[in-house]
């Protein structure tokens, strides 16, 4: 009786093949320079979105990670994956298997074991290329912060007819607005050059501050690092930090998509490299710290366009002191 108990638990555990379960993690990456954004990354049996409002192109340095890894799980056998592409503005989507025995081969390969010893996490990197293809890596990495890397395939997407509405959260419920797809490549690649003048009351400095670009660059830089910089994309907002003594005051400011590409449309005529010197996006604090505005100004023409600020409401204070 007992070796017909046993027969049928054995059997089982083979099937079942528990010592395939492992913690690991998923994320997309994309080739550099391709400029994408990726609405869903799902690798089989990882249900944790990841950052759908995030643009990636610069390849490694870069990884839009799932919110958290899966644990105790058999590797996934298969990848479905949509984006947007900048570069071309198309839509992509795309459903492939994976070779799960080769993964499970190299993984072990690479170190991989069910042993509950340090540094087991696996990760499952989607690379975005151009005109659709898709490389699937697996990488881990080493108590020495170095890493191994193996890709285990490329594959095809295909076009699609797609909105931008593939971006939406699970809570909207305005899933079929018109979105305007071509002002949003426009604030990402459009190029203009400019610099920053920044204008405080009499004494004070530049404390730790950023200046973010629309397409998701950001700049940080204090008193001495932001005079000279030329930038080349448009600005999204901006976070200013400024002090003198034990007095600090701060302002955010973000600008209205439509408004700061008509402006720097209309001003930016010439691609020649004077023209960043006759552009000039100041932002300017009154004496008393207590409003902050933002010019584009043309020292060529003496032009000037000013920007409201989208981030504040009639009740919100453009400047607050801080500690």
Same mark, same amino acid.
Request: proline share 2%; net charge neutral; aromatic share 14%.
């Given at each position: 009786?007992?070796?017909?108990? =046993?027969?049928?638990?054995?059997?089982?555990?083979?099937?079942?093949?528990?010592?395939?379960?492992?913690?690991?993690?998923?994320?997309?990456?994309?080739?550099?320079?391709?400029?994408?954004?990726?609405?869903?990354?799902?690798?089989?049996?990882?249900?944790?979105?990841?950052?759908?409002?995030?643009?990636?192109?610069?390849?490694?340095?870069?990884?839009?990670?799932?919110?958290?890894?899966?644990?105790?799980?058999?590797?996934?056998?298969?990848?479905?994956?949509?984006?947007?592409?900048?570069?071309?503005?198309?839509?992509?989507?795309?459903?492939?298997? =994976?070779? &799960?025995?080769?993964?499970?081969?190299?993984?072990?390969?690479?170190?991989?074991?069910?042993? &509950?010893?340090?540094?087991?996490?696996?990760?499952?990197?989607?690379?975005?290329?151009?005109?659709?293809?898709?490389?699937?890596?697996?990488?881990?990495?080493?108590?020495?912060?170095?890493? =191994?890397?193996?890709?285990?395939?490329?594959?095809?997407?295909?076009?699609?007819?797609?909105?931008?509405?593939?971006?939406?959260?699970?809570?909207?419920?305005?899933?079929?607005?018109?979105?305007?797809?071509?002002?949003?490549?426009?604030?990402?690649?459009?190029?203009?050059?400019?610099?920053?003048?920044?204008?405080?009351?009499?004494?004070?400095?530049?404390?730790?501050?950023?200046?973010?670009?629309?397409?998701?660059?950001?700049?940080?830089?204090?008193?001495?690092?932001?005079?000279?910089?030329?930038?080349?994309?448009?600005?999204?907002?901006?976070?200013?930090?400024?002090?003198?003594?034990?007095?600090?005051?701060?302002?955010?400011?973000?600008? &209205?998509?439509?408004?700061?590409?008509?402006?720097?449309?209309?001003?930016?005529?010439?691609?020649?490299?004077?023209?960043?010197?006759? =552009?000039?996006?100041?932002?300017?604090?009154?004496?008393?710290?207590?409003?902050?505005?933002?010019?584009?100004?043309?020292?060529?023409?003496?032009?000037?366009?000013?920007?409201?600020?989208?981030?504040?409401?009639?009740?919100?204070?453009?400047?607050?002191?801080?500690?």
């Amino acid at each position: 009786m007992l070796i017909l108990t =046993l027969i049928p638990n054995i059997i089982q555990f083979y099937n079942y093949k528990s010592y395939e379960k492992h913690d690991w993690i998923s994320g997309v990456i994309s080739a550099q320079g391709n400029i994408v954004e990726v609405s869903d990354c799902e690798f089989k049996d990882n249900f944790y979105d990841i950052n759908k409002n995030m643009i990636l192109a610069d390849g490694w340095d870069k990884i839009n990670e799932s919110e958290r890894e899966t644990a105790d799980t058999f590797f996934p056998d298969s990848l479905s994956i949509k984006w947007f592409s900048y570069n071309e503005q198309k839509f992509y989507n795309g459903v492939f298997t =994976l070779p &799960y025995e080769k993964i499970v081969e190299k993984a072990l390969d690479m170190g991989i074991k069910n042993d &509950y010893t340090s540094n087991k996490i696996l990760h499952f990197i989607a690379e975005v290329q151009p005109k659709g293809k898709v490389a699937v890596w697996i990488q881990k990495f080493n108590k020495d912060n170095t890493d =191994l890397k193996f890709k285990i395939g490329t594959y095809q997407a295909k076009e699609i007819k797609g909105t931008w509405h593939i971006f939406d959260d699970r809570s909207e419920t305005d899933t079929i607005s018109n979105i305007n797809i071509a002002q949003k490549v426009a604030l990402v690649l459009e190029q203009h050059r400019y610099k920053l003048d920044i204008k405080l009351p009499n004494g004070y400095s530049l404390r730790d501050s950023s200046f973010d670009l629309f397409n998701q660059k950001i700049c940080f830089f204090n008193q001495s690092k932001w005079k000279d910089t030329i930038f080349n994309f448009l600005p999204q907002g901006f976070d200013l930090t400024w002090g003198k003594g034990n007095k600090n005051f701060r302002a955010g400011f973000c600008f &209205y998509e439509n408004e700061v590409l008509k402006a720097f449309r209309k001003e930016y005529t010439t691609k020649e490299s004077s023209q960043a010197e006759e =552009l000039i996006l100041e932002l300017i604090v009154n004496d008393n710290n207590d409003e902050i505005k933002v010019i584009l100004r043309n020292t060529k023409t003496n032009a000037e366009i000013i920007f409201k600020d989208k981030c504040k409401s009639q009740f919100d204070r453009s400047i607050i002191q801080i500690r």
